[in-house]
């Protein structure tokens, strides 16, 4: 696989500094039942990467010190963790609200098949990755028969009460572009992901959120692979908003990884980017002090400019609002 680090870090991206620490994103581990073409963790069922219990608990002890309202579980399938449940119950008890970034196929396997109630009874809101609403697509992107998976799960979750209007618990959707292409506007596509859904599948959800590939990890290695990096770079560089400086989620959020080191964001833990903030390569949670972040600078490199192009990208989808945002010109590839 290719390193695309070398290409990313020299950038002018413009920069940016932390504001309040509300979120921590943490990553479980790598291990994962499914291999994705556009899995920036370059995650899959052979990686044995996984956190520990006691860095677990240092994870919990800097929530609590850090007044974090938010833990957003990652992975891999954070759900294939031993200590999964361990990690959500012990934030659900303290009144943290958790994440659980989930793709939908786990819930279907026979080892984890209680998971679902489990996340309804914590009343855990499910971020779930469905890349698009037509099988093929899914498929081709993910794996033969995860569709179908995908599917039966969403149902399930819809029985367990997610997504219905008159519940609270959350069910969200993450669309990924099929390749080297910005994401389309993300509240028309919403409407056709519900329409489909609803119409084909009986299946309801909250939001979408559409969120763009990140030039890093088995993504960027495509792209390089297709002679497509430089060209990709150059979409997100033209397509650069000023606006979406102000919401990017790196200014309210940690990322921490499985073996507790401390990261600006998701992508430079996977670039192994150190936090602008400190002169050491690595800080691990248990020596990082959260009220001394406020204000920081936050590491950027040319990878950055996937979360600000267009209507920008985060982990919440879109930064700007439909009215605020000006659709780009449709791309061949770019609609679900």
Known sequence: MYDTKPLLINSDFPAIFRKLLHTLQINLGYLCNLSCVHCHVNAGPK??????????DQVLALAEAANSHTLDLTGGAPEMHPDFRYLVQAARDRGIEVIDRCNLTILEDPDYNDIAAFLA??????????????????????????FKDSVAALQRLNRLGYGQADNPLQLNLVYNPQGAVLPPDQHQLEQAYKQHLQQHYGIVF????????????????????????????RLLKDNFRTDNL?????????????????????FNQMLALPMGAVAKPRVHVSELNPQLLQNTPIATAAHCYGCTAGQGSSCGGALVTQEAFVPLPKTAGSAA
Do not use: H
């Open 206 to 233: 909250n939001r979408l959120y559409a969120i763009a590939n990140m030039p890093i990890q088995r993504f960027g290695s495509m792209l390089i692979s297709q002679g497509q990096f430089e060209g990709y770079l």
């Open 47 to 56: 990686r044995t990467e996984m956190m520990s219990r006691e860095t677990i």
């Open 246 to 266: 102000d919401n990017l989620m790196c200014l309210n959020t940690l990322s921490i990884d499985w073996q507790g080191y401390v990261y600006d964001c998701d």
């Open 121 to 146: 009874t914590q009343q855990v809101n499910i971020v779930a990755s469905l890349p698009c609403y037509l099988e093929d697509n899914v498929d081709k992107q993910r794996g033969k028969g995860v």
